[in-house]
């Protein structure tokens, strides 16, 4: 390509060297070009051809795990369990008949609900938004545990079961004349709307005989179940298993982790532990960096107010997805968006409680027979709160996201309010408070154990008569027999000594009329005093309000914990004791991050010999023939106890003849601790309008009592002041050596 | 007496022909194909720029070259005042002014003021006695006269530009040679000026984070405001994945990434390149790559070939425009140069810079065709 024209002009001559580099030039820069596109082409083709799959990079955020609720042996009483969702994002699908055709085979969705799901895919795939929402096919798609309480499910040989894609429920199929459960042997009852079906009442399944639904005469389809939840003996499949083996072939499919929280043991825990559910807007506005929607809040209980430590943190992370939505797990990943910056969610941390699952049950069990009980164990030197049970109680399950209509309205027409926790409502203490009146005499000077006073059965006083419970009286008493026979009288004439301010002070002083800082909510009771009577009664403060208030009755309130509280305070010498329920926090393997026992006060200043006073007078409470609780002498085991009945006589119109009998009665209460010579814990029940307390609440006090020391629940207990078996004993009295 | 020398010479003007109909054909085929990923219809409305920028070409091949020489000054004061006009009352769109819309047509100054400045630097260094070497005192004109509309065009803000015709400008002072110290000299005062617009805010943020970006692609992928994902920020990697993921064969015709493509940024002007790299891979780029080294040393052909001054930096300086643009465009969308708002000649889709193109081939074919001779 050397040409050159004749006709040159000379001075032209001096660009060729330049136009020689600027050649040069070019073709070089174009070399580095090509050696780039080289590069990227040739040399990282398969990366890129992994990394171009990328169609979206996402920061997801890992919402955190919640942290366990766990009793003082590491029992789990609040936990989470995972499930599955599984959803379509009407973008990536494909095919929706072919996806819902075997999404319903595979998760068991009826007709209507394919509908349903059809019905919004279409509406929403052709908008720009909506078409990468994600519709709901099925929640609470089982993992490993049991949806309901979370123990592991285990595999048995697969089930056949039956199921009706009209309206979704499953049956087993029985031969005809089959009367008995096949799983635990049973007798079937049959279904009250005469459709042939049948159900075992131990085990809640249901069974057919045919083909058929017995609600729409459906064909069934068969399906299997091959795992099963040990506890509640409820039938699962592993669908996620299958369904995750499935989703490559399923366009626009996804599985979604969600974590349901659960309480393995139900009613047991329930006021003390609470529940989860979803936040609200509300929450979500005043907490922005800590919430988001669908995330769960504890609403009550411990759940509740240990909400921080339970959370955790939420994190963050990078994914990859591909074209058709899915993620994408990326080998060798560019160094550029290896270095995106993540951050790792910090589990919420497991709270550890004092109560102990047995010493629930023993509760549990104790109050059965009861319409409406409260009842608490302390220990009486730290104060940790050994159990508190409340009757009738409530499923945390329930409630926890998971309320059917039907649950919810039975538990609003109960008429013995399983929601309140009674152990932590304040009653009137009746004659339980009269160890507090009792010490405040003692203290003050102004009887001593011998100090007689007579009792005809009534006391006169401020224009009224008050009256003994035992109408013909007890003659005359000192201290001691006073407060085994729970004379009114006697306390009477104390409290007309002693005045409403020292009693009031008194009160006080053990701890009533303010909240113990329990870690649930709980009432603070009332110590009524003047100046309350002045500003709440009609009439303003009368002297016989002094009266009824030594002997616990009208105006004066406590719950049972702060009457535990209180004796605990006198039996165990007489030092301030805060009542805990939260032993500490620790983390997932357990290493303690933060203790948060609390520690017992200072002395209250009493003088022991006044403690040793009362405390036997409530030995004599039970051991005495005369003693209001001597029917719950224990053979095994010497205890303290006073007994209380609180007038609470209410008539309410509307309501269930039974009801209303009930409402008629006193509430019962006894409060004790044991053993009795080295005190270790203080009891106390309230059963509410239950009657007299001795006879209804003394014996669910001793049972428990006796059930907590045979069963080795009680801390700290040293070898030799362990009661032994009356078998053992020579001396069949119950004295201890 | 006049000696027929009938001589057997190559036209190569006459040949580069057919590549540069080549290079146009692959463009509105790769254009109809980025249509498909995109659901536009843009290559239908490059055929008609294509059309439209023919008959330019063909016009300004067959104008005698002096009267370019002779408007080169008007028509650089005109695009100034056009560039100072869109400063002021040019249409925004995304933060920068780059329009100026004038009965009813859009113009773009700044795809002008590239070969008016070509054609300008012509005219200036026509006119002065070309010494053995250039130093400041006689480069000091033509040097101001490029900066000042360059200015402008930063001011917009468009530092793609800008750079280009600051390459374009350097290549044809260099052509004319200048001697080592001036250019030392020279390189020190770039080295001085840029740190101070960088600091001072002539260069702004968002160019400035382009070059962060580029130095440090982990930089931005993240927005601590909306707490998201910058898709912005990964733009130049999403095209350099495309690119990569063409591999040596590429993928085919219609058979790239959708998905990707479609929401990649500028996919039909500056990141043209990813959809035809990723269907054709690297056997396409190097044909590409080929018919357009053809077009540039054709162009230095004529430079070499030319008979007079003004049309030897004219054939240098267009050349050198479309020479540099495209390498910055590869560069920027291969990833070894930052993101500035450069399109593809030919390939990336857009009436302005494609009449621009055409002006200046029809202004090399002029060249070719007459040697340059005034």
Redesign the interface.
Known sequence: ?R?R???F?G??M???S??RW??VI??L??G???G???Q???L??K???K?????Q???TRIPPRRGEILDRKGRPLALNIDLYRAVIVPHYVTDVDAVLQRLSMLLLLTDEEVEAIKTRYEDYKDDKKKQFREIVVKRYINGASCPKDGTPLVETTPTPYAWCKTCGEQFIELPAGQSQCPFDGTDLKPAPDNSGMTTCPRCNRQFVQGHQCPHDHTPLVPTEHNLRCPRCQTDYSDTSAVVMAQLHEMDGVFLREETERAYPHGDLFAHVVGYVNEVNREELTTHPDVYRPGDYTGRRGIEKTMEDVLRGKAGEE?TFRD?RGRSMKLLEE???LA???YDPAVPGNNVVLTLDVEVQRILQDATRNQHSVGIVVIDVDNGEVLGMYSSPSFDPNDWAGRLTARRKKEYDDNPFYPMINKAATAFPPASTFKIVTALAALNEGIITVETKINCPGHYDYSGHRFGCYNRYGHGDLELERALAVSCDVFFYRLGEWLGMDRLEQYSKLLGLGRRTGIEIGEDAGLVPSREWHERQSKGGFQPGFTLSTAVGQKDIRATPLQMALVLAQMVNGGHIIHPFLVDSIQDEEGHVVRSLRKEPGENLGFPDRYLKIIDQALVDVVESDEGTAHNTKLESIRFGAKTGTAEARQVKKGVDPYVARWLAEDHAWTIAFAPAQKPRIAVAAIVEHGGYGGSIAGPIVSKVIYKLFSAGLVPNIEENEIWSPASEREDSTGILP | MVTR?R?R??N?NLAVIPVIFLIAVISLINLRNADFYSGDIFHQKQIIWYLLGIIVAIVVAVVDLKLFERLAWPIYIAVAILLLLTLLVGKEVNNSRRWLELGGVNIQASELLKVSVVLLLGNIFKNIR?PEYHTIKTLWKPIVSVLIPATLVLLEPDLGTTLLVLFTSA?VI????VRFRSVALLLGIILLVVPLSWQFGIIKEYQKNRVRLWLD??QF??DEKS???LDKT?QP?QA?????????LGKGSFQA????LKYLPEMQTDFILATY??EH??LG??VL?TL??IL??WG??V?????D?FG?LVA?GI??YM?WQS?MN??MV???FPVVGITLPFLSYGGSSLLSVMVGLGLLMNIGLH?GRV
Not at chain 1, 51 to 55: D, G, H
Not at chain 2, 243 to 248: K, L, R
């Open positions: 390509m040409t024209s004749p006709m002009l001075n032209l001096e660009y060729q330049q136009n600027f050649v070019m073709i820069v174009m580095v070009i090509m780039r596109l080289f990227l082409q040739v990282g083709g990366k890129y051809e990394l171009a799959e990328i169609n990079v996402r920061r990078v074209r560019e160094p550029t270095n995106l910056k | 020398i001589e010479r190559f190569w070309k290549t260099l052509y004319e040679g692609p982990d992928k993240w707490k998201k994902l990964l990697e350099r994945w495309a690119i990569g993921a063409g591999g040596f990434s959708k998905t990707r790299a990723e891979g690297f780029c190097t790559g357009f080294m540039f040393l230095a052909y430079a070499r070939t030319a008979r001054r030897v240098v050349t050198a020479f390498v590869i560069g291969t990833g070894m040697r």
